[in-house]
T-cell receptor, first 114, second 110 residues
């Protein structure tokens, strides 16, 4: 079983649809993240959850709504998206500690907004 | 502002031709520097963490080094299966996130 599992791997949705991305980590970590990866741009941090509390929200539009019901699960709820939101959405987890936190990524969910 | 710049943007090598990728960074304080490998259509795969200047880590044909301003990923006698995008990231002091560079796309021709 892989460390961080994301579903679905591919999603096509219309601009008026509502869908959700799901992430589960099997590493016993206490922090989870959503990153967005667009072509030719660095990975962009969207949200950070530490001990199930949202600790960072990088000016993400409200059409993206995260949910972290427990330390192993993370969701990204999507509604009324725009075509420019098409990207690879990566979930990650880490164990927070004093020195640099190594984060481990899932395989990503490819989102296409039509 | 914390910033990471990777060079070159793309690198094409022949099999067996050694080279280095560069990661320059500016941070207020460094808690760690990370290297990842990303294959097309997949999530980044963790390679190394470096914590202080002078530190080195090795894994198969890869060796990562760190100074106070930059990190290098040295690739010795690469094989076609080493073709991927290599990402560098820093963990700044006081932050709970990594700041990523834009990556170096490496292609190894047989």
């Amino acid at each position: 079983e892989t460390g961080v599992t994301q579903t679905p791997r591919h999603l096509v949705m219309g601009m008026t649809n509502k869908k959700s991305l799901k992430c589960e980590q099997h590493l016993g970590h206490n922090a989870m993240y959503w990153y967005k990866q667009s072509a030719k741009k660095p990975l962009e941090l969207m949200f950070v959850y530490s001990l199930e509390e949202r600790v960072e929200n990088n000016s993400v539009p409200s059409r993206f709504s995260p949910e972290c019901p427990n330390s192993s699960h993370l969701f990204l709820h999507l509604h009324t998206l725009q075509p420019e939101d098409s990207a690879l959405y990566l979930c990650a987890s880490s164990q927070l500690r004093g020195t640099g936190n190594t984060i481990y990524f899932g395989e990503g969910s490819w989102l296409t907004v039509v | 502002e914390d910033q990471v710049t990777q060079s070159p943007e793309a690198l094409r090598l022949q099999e067996g031709e050694s080279s280095s990728l560069n990661c320059s960074y500016t941070v207020s304080g460094l808690r760690g520097l990370f290297w990842y490998r990303q294959d097309p259509g997949k999530g980044p795969e963790f390679l190394f963490t470096l914590y202080s200047a002078g530190e080195e880590k090795e894994k198969e044909r890869l060796k990562a080094t760190l100074t106070k301003k930059e990190s290098f990923l040295h690739i010795t006698a690469p094989k076609p299966e080493d073709s991927a995008t290599y990402l560098c990231a820093v963990h700044p002091q006081g932050a709970q996130k990594l700041v990523f560079g834009q990556g170096t796309r490496l292609t190894i021709n047989p």
